[in-house]
């Protein structure tokens, strides 16, 4: 199986790699003011806090990843750790955990999606904590890698986010506050799916490359 081909295959993972931020921190329930597609709505109670809980992408995630022609001493090898690494059993297992967990959340059983938060949440703490290990020398590869994991941390904070709150995102039709809060939410989610996607197709580019660079 070639480089180009492994790596497709853990595109497949990319969004169950990293470990998630600290959601266990209390948001700021005071009022609070939304900018929607519609103009601003303002919150409270609970929905304010489930959006000021909602994860910021940062905008560099989507930015190109510069890969030259010059091949480094150790890129070769960095690559295969690389590559061993985001498409191992441990990185199937986590995307495969991460999978369950959105399906639960979808389903709006807030008790299931937090018990299986509580198990997805030192699986990715763990992960992370091996990507370190990996040693990895080429500047280039280590750009790559870092992308990947610091989307896919984006990433799991929005599920996560979603899994914890699955019953407050089943809303009455009838509730004005609550249509507004969800409003609220599909946008911010917009706009995190918008950078998200771009991200991944940096990162696809970026490692197709360094195939393409090794494989001479």
Do not use: W
Request: hydrophobic share 40%; proline share 3%.
């Amino acid at each position: 199986m070639n480089t180009l081909t492994k790596f497709g295959l853990a595109l497949f993972t990319a969004t169950a790699l990293a470990a998630c931020g600290d959601s266990g921190k209390s948001a700021d329930s005071k009022p609070t003011t939304v900018q929607t597609a519609e103009g601003e709505v303002t919150l409270s109670g609970k929905y304010t806090e489930i959006i000021n809980k909602f994860p910021v992408p940062d905008p560099k995630l989507a930015e190109p990843i510069t890969i030259s022609d010059k091949k480094s001493p150790t890129g070769l090898e960095d690559l295969k750790k690389f590559i061993e690494y985001i498409s191992g059993a441990e990185a199937q297992k986590i995307a495969q955990m991460a999978s369950k967990l959105q399906q639960t959340a979808l389903k709006g059983d807030e008790a299931a999606a937090l018990a299986a938060v509580k198990e997805l949440t030192p699986a990715l703490d763990k992960y992370l904590q091996d990507a370190e290990k990996l040693n990895i020398q080429d500047a280039e590869v280590k750009a790559v890698l870092d992308r990947m994991l610091q989307t896919s941390k984006t990433a799991n904070e929005m599920i996560i986010l979603s899994s914890e709150n699955a019953s407050a995102l089943k809303i009455d039709m009838k509730d004005k506050e609550a249509v507004q809060f969800m409003k609220a939410y599909q946008d911010k989610t917009h706009n995190m799916e918008t950078v998200l996607r771009q991200a991944n197709q940096e990162v696809q580019k970026a490692a197709e490359a360094l195939g393409k660079k090794y494989a001479q």
